[in-house]
């Protein structure tokens, strides 16, 4: 597969993507000095949206669409990720760089990677092992001793 991890083209587009978002908490936290929360997730929403007008005849010409292949159950698992997984996710992350640091609302985003762990051991019987465990904890434990601990130390 040309885009998987491992090939050159896959490293590069990793690495383009990594980059990238790198500078969305940046333009997101000059931008919330001057709009609201909800007009920048809008218009994130928009501009992502016209894109994908673009993106999507291409996608449906290397894979065709089939509705009929569309169960009910894809359809509110689509709906759900939507407006949990993206609009809420969006929202509380324009929110956190607004009234925090681009540093801080980032580091969301590693209990998002924890969340998912569990989640796929609840929803989808993956196996959840210590290794996962330790890992889970050792990122948690990073995000707190890299936002909380100091505030905790100067209070003590």
Same mark, same amino acid.
């Given at each position: 597969d040309i885009l998987s991890f491992g090939t050159p083209l896959?490293? !590069? @587009?990793?690495?383009?993507?990594?980059?990238s978002?790198?500078?969305?908490?940046i333009g997101a936290r000059s931008l919330s000095k001057s709009y609201s929360t909800t007009t920048i997730l809008f218009y994130t929403f928009a501009i992502t949206g016209l894109l994908s007008l673009f993106a999507t005849p291409l996608e449906w010409f290397v894979r065709p669409l089939v509705i009929g292949d569309i169960s009910y159950v894809t359809f509110v698992s689509v709906f759900g990720s939507a407006l949990i997984g993206t !609009? @809420?996710?969006?929202f509380c992350y324009q929110w956190l760089i607004k009234h925090t640091t681009a540093f801080v609302a980032s580091?969301?985003?590693?209990?998002g990677f924890v969340a998912s762990v569990f989640y796929g051991a609840v929803?989808?019987?993956?196996?959840f092992t210590g290794r996962l465990a330790l890992g889970a904890f050792l990122v948690l434990f990073g995000v707190f001793f890299a936002t909380?601990?100091?505030q905790l130390k100067k209070r003590m």
């Amino acid at each position: 597969d040309i885009l998987s991890f491992g090939t050159p083209l896959g490293n !590069v @587009l990793i690495f383009v993507a990594v980059c990238s978002w790198g500078f969305y908490p940046i333009g997101a936290r000059s931008l919330s000095k001057s709009y609201s929360t909800t007009t920048i997730l809008f218009y994130t929403f928009a501009i992502t949206g016209l894109l994908s007008l673009f993106a999507t005849p291409l996608e449906w010409f290397v894979r065709p669409l089939v509705i009929g292949d569309i169960s009910y159950v894809t359809f509110v698992s689509v709906f759900g990720s939507a407006l949990i997984g993206t !609009v @809420l996710f969006y929202f509380c992350y324009q929110w956190l760089i607004k009234h925090t640091t681009a540093f801080v609302a980032s580091l969301n985003l590693y209990g998002g990677f924890v969340a998912s762990v569990f989640y796929g051991a609840v929803f989808f019987g993956e196996h959840f092992t210590g290794r996962l465990a330790l890992g889970a904890f050792l990122v948690l434990f990073g995000v707190f001793f890299a936002t909380t601990y100091t505030q905790l130390k100067k209070r003590m």
